[in-house]
Structure formats: C-alpha cells, structure tokens
C-alpha cells in the first residue's frame, strides 16, 4: 500500500504548483519538500501585468513587504543564460551597487540567498523555479525570509534581526527589459 501512495503523492507533486499568488485570498502558497503547504498573507498590494511575446503568464507584485516578479514562459521559449544571474545583474544594474554575497541555501525548487550592499543593507532573494517558471522574490522586511528557511531548516539562525534591509522601492522586471537584454526568447530564434 506505500508503494501505491507514494506513487500518489509523486502524481500530486508534479501537477501541484511549487509556488501560486491567490489574489482573492492576497495569499501566497508554497508547496514544501515533505509536499505540506506553506501559506504567507499580504496585504496593500500592487500587481502589474508584463508582456513578452515568449511568455505565457508574467507580473511583478510589490508590497511594502515583499516584491516579486513571476514568469511562466512559453513551451517552446527558453533561457539564454542563467535565470537567477539575470536577476541578480538587473538588481544590482537598478541599485547601482554591487551584491556581495553571505549565505546561499537550496532545497529542492528553492533558493535563498542574502546579500550584503556597500550602503543600502542586506538584500534577500528568494528564487524559486520549476518547468518554464520562474519566481524572484526579494524580502523587503526579513519575514517570509526567515520564516520559510525555518521550516526547511530547523536549525537556521537569522541572523540579520536589528540591521538594515534593503527596501526596493522601485520594481525591477526581466520580461520589461527582455527586448533590450535578450533574457529568454524562442528555441527556433
């Protein structure tokens, strides 16, 4: 019978979004390695629609809390480079300082990342992937951050409670800045 209910749970897995925006609920919903659901609420927000020729589905979300750029791009589009390293170039391209990195931990379709700014503070990166998607969440406050490293890693001290976080105050987007940078674009192009 656990054979069975594995072979359940991993049909489940892989047609359940890793990450998903309910804007009726202002939720967040994350699906953890131990396949439970990890809910984050906001409130204030704005949500800005892009538009890319190689994209199926593709906003950015800011809050004074968080702000992110999701990107589900078309089957038949891909990556030119490194998703995330574009990321990280935009951001550092937008704040005109460079990004110094002081701890990285992956599991499973999440990464976390927090870099350290000449004069701006820290900056948390939450980067999330699964097939033709793509999350860049950046913690404005330390909150989601914090929280959702806890619940994969029980032992993970944060260690950045009283120092300043870097608040973006402007939104950054790769789908915006595609037709100039050449991002991602057809497999055929």
């Known amino acids: 019978m656990n054979f069975f209910k594995k072979i359940l ?8 979004p890793v990450f998903s925006f309910d804007a009726n609920k202002s939720e967040l919903s994350f699906i953890l390695p131990n396949d439970e659901k990890f ?29 992110f750029e999701y990107i589900h791009l078309d089957v038949n589009s891909s990556w ?23 701890e990285r931990f992956e599991f499973k379709h999440y990464e976390f990342s927090t870099y350290k700014t000449a004069t701006k503070g820290f900056v ?24 959702f490293i806890k619940l994969l890693k029980s032992d993970y001290e944060y260690k950045y409670s009283g120092r300043e976080i870097f608040d973006l105050y402007h939104e950054i987007s790769l789908v915006k800045h595609n037709s100039l940078n050449h991002y991602f674009n057809g497999s055929s192009d």
Do not use: C
Not at 44 to 59: L, Q, S
Not at 124 to 147: A, C, P, R, S
């Open 39 to 67: 809910d984050f609420t906001l409130e204030n927000y704005d949500v800005k629609t892009r538009h890319d020729p190689y994209v199926i589905e593709a906003y950015t979300f800011n809050s004074k809390d968080l702000f």
């Open 9 to 16: 749970n991993s049909l489940n897995q892989m047609s359940s």
């Open 80 to 102: 030119n480079g490194l998703a995330r390293g574009y990321f990280e170039e935009l951001l550092r391209d937008s704040i005109k300082e460079d990004l110094e990195l002081q």
């Open 124 to 147: 948390h990166l939450i980067y999330i992937w699964e097939v033709n998607k793509e999350v860049f969440m950046i913690d404005k406050k330390g909150i989601l951050y914090n929280e």
